[in-house]
């Protein structure tokens, strides 16, 4: 299987894999795809440890480093000293109330102790997500992307500088566009099936409009889970996949057990777009958190990032109690085909093979 993507990162099989497990990451390159590590909740530290493991661990293979640098932002021109409390104090103590209120309403204790107060904003600002990049760079990474609109075109020309290569997420013609005008080098349409921060276009009619606009390579994302939705994502111009929920559940997988039964039990119908969890529309598992944040008795979802450092306490202290009624988490519409645990290897090989059936059944159809 060869495209542009394949040469232009020398792997195998244009299969991106993004994951913030670097077990997955690692086993998908071995595999011969693309592993590309979710650098959002890490700190800079955490990331130098878990980069050197995945160094010690690829066999050489290449892996990505996905990052999130919102085009837009509150708090975009403060100082980087002062963002956090600034940002804390913009927190209206309505919202606050209404969020400990569902906790007690559900039963879900404080933390003891938090040691991980200071992680509410780790990633989801230029200001915050440039020491993770800085320390992306001094790894042998392949790619560098980013999750939410264009990078800054300084960032983009540092990663050229290291032979590092750019990609970004695009949800619209009109964002892809954008993305190559600061020079990436693969623009990902994601279409509004994908779990996390998506637009409103689906997968079907988004990917030819970007193939269309731009001259980079495109890979297809939003609802590939098997080789046949990667064959169609290669029929409508696409030059590989880009892949996330479905590595949620494989055997590598550091997802809490919890998550992992409600997504092998969920249907497709089971996830909704939703601004309760970072204040822009992502699309989550659907529960009795994201009903909360529509009903009358909510106050309304807060603008980025001020919505993340509201509930990002709340989300930890419901992924340590037993309320998976309110345990809500990034999940793409693929999930409800995702019911059994196999291995990373075993899930890049059975897309090939379902991806080479596909063909071979569009074969006969237009055989003489």
Partial sequence: MRTRVTDMFGIELPIFAFSHCRDVVAAVSRAGGMGVLGALYFTPEELETELKWIDDHVDGKPYGVDVVMPASYEGADFAAEELVGRLQSMIPEGHRAFVEDLLAKHGVPRLSGDAEAGRVLLGWTDATARPQVEVA???????????????????????????????ALASTPRHALKQVEVGV????????????????????????????????PVLAAGGIGNGRQMAAGMALGAEGVWTGSLWLTVEEADTPEMAKRRILEATSRDTVRSRSWTGKPARLLRNEWTEAWESEESPGTLPMPLQFMLVSDALRRIGRSDASELATFPAGQIIGVMNSVRSAKDVVFGLVEEYGEALERLERLTGD
Avoid: F, Y
């Avoid at 300084?154 to 500088?161: G, P, Q, T």
């Fill in 137 to 167: 760079l001094r790894h042998p990474i392949a790619l560098l992307a980013n999750a939410l609109g264009p990078p800054p075109a300084d960032v983009v020309d540092l990663a050229h500088s290291h032979g590092v290569k750019v990609a």
């Fill in 185 to 216: 080098d693969v623009v990902v349409a994601q279409g509004t099936e994908a779990g996390g921060h998506t637009g409103e276009i689906s997968t079907m009619v988004l990917i030819p409009q970007v193939v269309d606009a731009v001259d980079v």
